[in-house]
C-alpha cells in the first residue's frame, strides 16, 4: 500500500512528540510564521465565540492586537453586542486559522478590560478617520440608511476639527486570559496534529496529545 508523506510545515513547525512547556511562546512562534509565511491580508484575525446575556452563542472575526503571557487583546466598542454578550458572561474563545500553514489555535478563558493606559495607546496608533468612525457608529445599533450612518461621521468630523479626538469611555481593549490552548496542524487523509494545553497554575500546564 502506498504511503503518503504528511505535509511538511518545517518553518516554526512545533513538536508534538515533546511539546515546549509555554504555550503562549509556541502560539507566538506560529502568529509570526503567519505574518512572515503566508500572504494573508490579516493574519491576525480571529474568530471570537462569546455567549450573549439570553444564552445565545454568537461569534464574529476581530484582529489580534495584542500577545503576552497575560493572553490575546482585541479593541472594540464595549456597548456593541460582543461588550453586552462579555459583560453578562466574561468568557470567550478565539480561533485562529492560518489555511496556507494548514493550521489552527483555539483560546479559551476569561476575559477582562485591559487597563486605561493600554486602550488609550491603541486608540492614539489608529488613523483618524478610524478614530472618528468609531465615536460616530453606536455599534450593533439599529440605523435607516446609510445616508444617516455618513451624516453622523460628518457630525463628528466637524465637532473635532481641528483637535485631537480622545478616545470614548466606552471603546476599549478586552482580554482573554487562557486557561486552555488548543493547537491543531493539518496532515494528508485528515490524520492531524493536535494538542491541547490546560492551566492549572500560574504559568503553569499540562499538555495532553489528542485524536485528530
Partial sequence: MMKHPPIEHAASALDFEHPAADPIASFQRWFDSAHEQTKLPNPNAMSVATIDPDGRPSVRVVLCR??????IVFHTNR??????ALRAHPRACANFHWDPLDRQVRIEGRVEHTTEAES???WASRPRENRVNAIASQQSRPIGTRAALEAAVREVEERFAGKDIPRPPHWGGFRIVPDR????QGHKHRLH??????RTGE???????LCP
Avoid at 456597548?79 to 453586552?84: A, L, N
Avoid at 496534529?193 to 490546560?198: G, I, S, T
Wanted: negative net charge.
Fill in 79 to 84: 456597548e456593541s453586542r460582543k461588550g453586552e
Fill in 203 to 209: 504559568g503553569e500546564w499540562t499538555v495532553t496529545r
Fill in 181 to 184: 490552548i488548543e493547537f491543531w
Fill in 120 to 122: 488609550d495607546a491603541y
Fill in 66 to 71: 495584542g500577545i503576552d503571557a497575560r493572553g
Fill in 193 to 198: 496534529d493536535r494538542m491541547a494545553y490546560l
